[in-house]
């Protein structure tokens, strides 16, 4: 029997919540440059299913990965880990 592969996981902060069911996710990286040696911030936005449109601008999501839901949307928001003030 085949060992199940884990969806992989992202944690992000919403940046737009204008379309129906779905969010725009801002997600953050740092790594170390690797001449430089100094820490780098990377961004990347990624188009999340949100089935319950619950999630605010402002909001702190957890992203899990799905089956591609559009031709942008590859991520569904698994939880709001921490809503906006």
Known sequence: MEKQ????ELQGV???DKMDK??????ERRFR??????FVRSTKTYKAHDE????????????IESR???R???WAVRKIVERAV
């Open 5 to 8: 592969k884990r969806k992989k």
């Open 33 to 38: 440059h690797p001449v430089y040696k100094k």
């Open 52 to 63: 319950a449109n619950d999630a605010r601008v402002g909001d702190t999501v957890l992203l």
């Open 22 to 27: 779905t969010v725009v996710v801002r997600v």
């Open 72 to 74: 942008n949307k590859r």
């Open 68 to 70: 591609p839901l559009s």
């Open 14 to 16: 919403v940046v737009s």
